[in-house]
C-alpha cells in the first residue's frame, strides 16, 4: 500500500512539474512572438483558437463515439477565449517573467478563494503562505522603477469564476 501511494505522489509531482514547464514555456513563446513584434496580439489569438479547436477536435473525434459527445459548453468557450485574448494583449507591454508570476499569482489566489468557498480549512502555514504570494504581488505591481505596465498587469490577472461553477478556476 505505501508503495502505491509512493506512486501516486511521484506521478503528482511529475505532472505538476510538466504542467508547471507547459505553462512557463506558453509564457516565453507568447512573449517572443509578441515582443518581436513577428505578429500582432489579435492575430497571434486567432492563430491559436483554430489550432487549439482543431486539436481538441481530433482528440474528441478519436477518443469518443458519437452518441457519447456532449453539448459544447458556450460559457467556458467564452471565458477561454475571452482568457486567450487578455493573455496576447497583456504580453504586448509585460515581460515574460513578469506575466508568468502575475499568471501564477492569479491562479493559486483563485484556486485559495474556490477552496474557502467551498469549505475547506486551511492550517496557519497555507495562510502564510497566502500571505507572503499576496505581499509578492502587490510589491511587483507597485508604482517604482520596476512596476510592470498597470494595464498589462490588470490584462494577466483577469479572474472570474462563474456563478454555479464552483471549483472552475479561469485565469
Given amino acids: 500500500m505505501a508503495?502505491?501511494?509512493?506512486?501516486?505522489?511521484?506521478?503528482?509531482?511529475?505532472?505538476?512539474a510538466v504542467a508547471?514547464?507547459?505553462?512557463?514555456?506558453?509564457?516565453l513563446l507568447c512573449?517572443?512572438?509578441?515582443?518581436?513584434?513577428?505578429?500582432?496580439?489579435?492575430?497571434?489569438?486567432?492563430v491559436r483558437v483554430a489550432a487549439g479547436a482543431v486539436t481538441l477536435s481530433l482528440i474528441v473525434l478519436l477518443r469518443t463515439?458519437?452518441?457519447e459527445r456532449g453539448r459544447p459548453d458556450w460559457r467556458t468557450v467564452t471565458m477561454l477565449?475571452?482568457?486567450m485574448i487578455f493573455f496576447s494583449f497583456a504580453y504586448l507591454s509585460l515581460s515574460a517573467g513578469t506575466g508568468a508570476l502575475i499568471l501564477f499569482g492569479a491562479v493559486q489566489l483563485t484556486m485559495f478563494v474556490v477552496a474557502?468557498?467551498?469549505?475547506?480549512?486551511?492550517?496557519?502555514?497555507?495562510?502564510?503562505?497566502?500571505?507572503l504570494a499576496v505581499a509578492?504581488?502587490?510589491?511587483?505591481?507597485?508604482?517604482?522603477?520596476?512596476?510592470?505596465?498597470p494595464l498589462g498587469a490588470v490584462l494577466m490577472a483577469v479572474v472570474?469564476?462563474?456563478?454555479?461553477?464552483?471549483?472552475?478556476?479561469?485565469?
Fill in 20 to 27: 508547471m514547464l507547459v505553462f512557463a514555456a506558453n509564457s
Fill in 160 to 171: 472570474w469564476t462563474p456563478p454555479g461553477r464552483q471549483g472552475t478556476i479561469w485565469v
Fill in 65 to 67: 463515439r458519437r452518441q
Fill in 116 to 131: 474557502l468557498r467551498g469549505g475547506e480549512h486551511f492550517p496557519l502555514l497555507s495562510w502564510g503562505g497566502l500571505a
Fill in 136 to 149: 509578492g504581488l502587490i510589491y511587483l505591481v507597485s508604482p517604482g522603477v520596476t512596476a510592470p505596465d
Fill in 81 to 83: 477565449l475571452t482568457y
Fill in 31 to 46: 512573449r517572443l512572438a509578441l515582443g518581436q513584434e513577428l505578429v500582432d496580439a489579435a492575430t497571434f489569438t486567432t
Fill in 3 to 16: 508503495s502505491d501511494s509512493g506512486t501516486i505522489a511521484m506521478r503528482t509531482a511529475l505532472l505538476t
